[in-house]
């Protein structure tokens, strides 16, 4: 069915975001997957005690996470390419779902960021004590992305002595030969001190999936009423009938009653088209 260009665009744009979408998710639920089931890892799983530890619970969330947010984009691609109103339905309660949850965990994560912040260094000393232990080489590179990012050497700061050295950044001065910041207390830092920078992804994700939103929403109504708009019949003769035309008609005129001096109106009908 015909769409006009505002209804174009929207489905461009949940084509777009479900696109990112699926990317993101798809890491997640791979990183989540392979943390759980991981030949290094998966005994943490197994151990009651351990349950409720940052580590489990993380990887809890980036399984879960990532399994919603691939429902959301099959629900948002299925209906916005074959334009089922019921798809996009279903898509826009998920992503206003999501869109809520997304400000209130920005909103908590702002107030409650000591604990957030003790909560992912928690899931950091869980990730060093893997490798120290095993040698992972993918957690290796997992710990090697955070050191470089934020600049810190393992749990303890100190390369001479520390056990994941090889997964330290390269030194930027000759002081730092001796010592760097700790991971832990770089992580407690970031997120004390830029505790409203991380409020402001959280509600600036919450902000697009918004726009998703009003695009799902703005699609599905411009299909509602293309599917109750009348459709438009294009009148054409078969060939049978432009092989053989019709005879000349005559010619019909049309008397005015009231006014009988009046000319008459002729009304000649159009001529056929011939083959």
Known sequence: MALDGCALLCKYILLIFNLIFAVVGFAFLGLGMWLRFSYNTRGIFEVEQLNSSAFVIGVTVLIALGSIMLIVVSFGDYGACNGKRCALQVFSVLVAILALAEVVVGVLA???????????????????????????????????????????????????IELAKKTCPTPNSFMDNLYMPNCPGIIVDVFNSKAPLVMGIFIGTGALLIIALICSTTLSTKLRLSASSPPYIILTQSTSVLANPLPPQHEFTCISAPHIDQDPVVFTPLPVAQA
Do not use: Q, W
């Open 110 to 160: 702002y107030s409650r960021s000591d604990e957030v912040g003790m909560s992912i260094s928690e899931f950091y000393s869980s990730m060093y004590a893997l490798y120290v232990i095993n040698g992972d080489p993918a957690m290796g590179v997992t710990l090697t992305f955070i050191h470089k990012m934020l600049y810190c050497c393992g749990v303890t700061g100190v390369p001479l």
